[in-house]
């Protein structure tokens, strides 16, 4: 692979570390930094890990270099479709450089053939594996791994700090409720509508993304009644565009129309209160108060309203 590119040119490589034992990740990416010695790992939250090569030692970039990708109009309307709307979420995508990589595969010997699960006859330890990505996935430690990188040297990065900081916060919230731990997903949305302007992790926690919620606008415009099966992404898509009102609008619509869960009464009691109008959300949690069983979930949800809005639960 590495002969085959010109100086400077990029190599990528597919790592699932949800599908490998620790030791069969650390020998390809033995096997990865013998080939590239300026090798680097970079994923979103999750365990689908992405290998990076570049032939050549690293070139030190140029303050301004990242930005304007986000400044050219093209560049920038690619990489907000596949979730990157400012730099730092590209930032925040990094795992490990080459240093790393050296440092815990040093005792480890390469893979050389095809097949990484000849490796080792262990069985598969999912919490070892969940263990080693979260080592890489805690924010505190990615952010200063990253900024001390030589990797991303002169870039002028560290101007953009702050925001970046969040964004490696937000990678290892949407980790730890994807793939390790009990998921909340209001607390999350919650979270992400109130402190930060950014569409993904909207999305992301509603389970849509860019490219589901394009196609869902693009069969809305061509309905006249939308069909339920695009009501959740359209739904995610007015909450990504902090247009309240019209989330509001499409859960009423849907309910009805005699489709709506549980879940989908949560959400608009919570949207309700977030819209300034507790007493809306007050009359339809009573309306389904035989439906909603406590639990934790309700519990968190009854108090968060209660303290954020004034919101009174029901008896």
Known sequence: MNSRLKEGGMATFWLPINQLKVNEAKAILRAFHNAFPNASVWASADEQWIMMGIKGPAQRGQEGEIGRLW???????????????????????????AEEI????????????????????????????????????????????????????GFGWETLKEILESCFVFREMRYRCGIVARCNTLAELDIYLRRSP??????EVLGSDEFRLAIAQRVARNSDTPPLEI??????????????????????????????????????TYLYC?????????????ANANSIRRNWFVDWLWRKLETDFGFHPPP
């Open 274 to 286: 977030l819209n300034g109008n507790v007493p809306k959300a007050e009359a339809l949690a009573v």
């Open 71 to 97: 400044s050219d109009p093209a560049t920038n309307a690619d990489l907000s479709r596949i979730g990157l709307e400012i730099p730092q979420q590209l930032g925040a995508l990094f795992l490990m450089d």
């Open 102 to 153: 050296d440092r815990i595969t040093h005792d480890i010997a390469p893979l050389t053939d095809n097949y990484p699960k000849r490796l080792t006859d262990e069985p598969w330890d999912e919490q070892a594996s969940r263990h080693f990505a979260l080592t890489y996935m805690e924010a505190a430690s990615a952010v200063h791994h990253f900024l001390r990188s030589p990797l991303i040297s």
């Open 231 to 268: 009501m959740p992404d359209l739904i995610a898509g007015a909450l990504a565009r902090r247009n309240i009102d019209e989330a509001i609008r499409l859960l009423e619509g849907q309910r009805e129309r005699g489709v709506f869960s549980l879940n989908d009464t949560f959400l608009l």
């Open 198 to 203: 950014l569409r993904t992790p909207v999305l």
